[in-house]
């Protein structure tokens, strides 16, 4: 069974066009991150959200919007999609909010052409 | 703010070879999370070791160890007789305590390469 996963793995896409990374835990998880690697492998927090609470960080542009349906979910949403939003993005989560072990989820590849 | 710094971008070994992975870290918290991560060419981020900053106590698991001083904000990690499957980026990793939302901050990753 896999711990964390995300949908689509590889996601080709028109810049301007709104796309979502859908993102599952069955860990039992309390808090679930979104981070984005760029083509220098260089990992960046974006979002940490815990019981509702969302924290964002400040560099992240407000075209990106994460969704919780529930907790074992955090989606990612995405709008008006540019050329600079190429990357990977993976989800995580943790058990407790400060200082836990994060499990990573398999990433998504996005493409924007 | 927290920083890490991996200096090391690329390392090429040979197998069986012991290889040493330097990790220097930036923190104004006096309580703090360490970690390690492994990605391999198939692209996942696999979990390796954590260590708070109040257990400085060195450890090894299988061909891993780790050197955590804090005296000079170092979290190394050392893998004894390479082997092929272990050529893949690591990933060191800080979290402040303080930090409210336990964001990770990630050094640029160390490629390293085991060859034959």
């Known amino acids: 069974d896999t711990a964390v996963s995300q949908t689509p793995k590889y996601l080709v896409t028109q810049m301007g066009n709104d796309k979502s990374i859908k993102c599952e835990q069955n860990l039992g998880h309390d808090t679930m991150y979104w981070y984005k690697q760029d083509s220098k492998k260089f990992l960046k927090i974006m979002f940490s959200y815990n019981n509702k609470e969302l924290i964002i960080n400040e560099t992240v542009p407000n075209r990106f919007s994460p969704k919780s349906p529930d907790k074992a979910h955090l989606n990612l949403h995405i709008n008006s999609l540019e050329l600079g939003d190429s990357a990977v993005y993976f989800c995580a989560s943790s058990q407790e909010l400060r200082g836990d072990t994060q499990y990573f989820g398999p990433g998504t590849r996005l493409t924007v052409l | 703010a927290q920083k890490v710094t991996q200096a090391q971008t690329e390392i090429s070994v040979v197998e069986k070879e012991d290889v040493t992975l330097d990790c220097v870290y930036e923190?104004?918290?006096?309580?703090?999370?360490l970690f390690w991560y492994k990605q391999p060419p198939s692209g996942e981020l696999v979990f390796l070791i954590r260590r708070n900053s109040f257990d400085e106590q060195n450890e090894i698991s299988g061909r891993y160890s780790w050197n955590f001083q804090k005296s000079t904000s170092s979290f190394n990690i050392t893998i004894t007789a390479s082997q092929v499957v272990d050529s893949a980026v690591y990933f060191c990793?800080?979290?402040?305590?303080?930090?409210?939302?336990?964001?990770?901050?990630f050094g640029g990753g160390t490629r390293l390469m085991v060859k034959p």
């Open positions: 990793a800080l979290s402040e305590r303080g930090n409210a939302g336990n964001m990770l901050t």
């Open positions: 923190t104004r918290d006096t309580t703090y999370y």
